[in-house]
């Protein structure tokens, strides 16, 4: 059985969790409504304040899928009540980003600055010149988003320029040493 599959996901007050058919879960809650189309083989069921989710058969794919279910819909009930956010730092001489209503401006050493429109649902604000923090309610979202702004400049390994999530850890090499 899997361990994550069977365990209940606790709806907490001010939750509204839709279940309907071909399995179309809609989660409202005081930070937004999201939606989501889940596997049809699927059984959700709605028990008192506890979604549980069973599987029909113990097929490999079956199994697979049934951790994965559990775990979007609880992603959904996190993100309406307490959201997503991922902290990102700007790292290098120059490098700053600034805010223009929906538009992140960052300037990385490029000829250019490099622009960057808010997509919906998904909140950036600055902390400073260097901390970028991507606020929403969806967690995939966030995280893709947090991904591009990260891509236009990946950290390098031996000053550490680049934009980092926060909690990463750089993998540091030694530069080029003279001659004797």
């Known amino acids: 059985m899997s361990r994550i599959g069977k365990m209940p996901i606790a709806v907490p007050a001010g939750v509204t969790v839709d279940i309907a058919e071909n399995n179309k879960v809609t989660v409202k809650g005081p930070k937004g409504t999201l939606e989501r189309v889940l596997p049809a083989e699927m059984d959700?069921?709605?028990?008192?304040?506890?979604?549980?989710?069973?599987?029909?058969?113990?097929?490999?794919?079956?199994?697979s899928l049934h951790g994965l279910t559990r775990t979007l819909i609880h992603n959904m009930v996190v993100g309406v009540t307490d959201g997503y956010e991922k902290k990102l730092e700007v790292n290098g001489v120059g490098y700053r980003a600034q805010k223009q209503g929906k538009k992140l401006v960052l300037s990385l050493g490029y000829s250019h600055p490099v622009e960057m429109e808010d997509p919906d649902g998904i909140e950036t604000v600055l902390d400073g010149q260097n901390v970028i923090i991507v606020k929403g309610?969806?967690?995939?979202?966030?995280?893709?988003?947090?991904?591009?702004?990260?891509?236009?400049?990946?950290?390098e390994p031996y000053k550490g320029k680049g934009i980092k999530y926060s909690d990463e850890v750089i993998r540091r090499k030694v530069g080029k040493t003279g001659k004797k």
């Open 137 to 155: 309610i969806s967690k995939e979202k966030v995280g893709q988003y947090a991904a591009e702004i990260r891509a236009k400049r990946a950290p």
């Open 44 to 63: 959700i069921k709605m028990e008192g304040n506890e979604v549980i989710v069973s599987r029909p058969n113990d097929l490999k794919k079956m199994k």
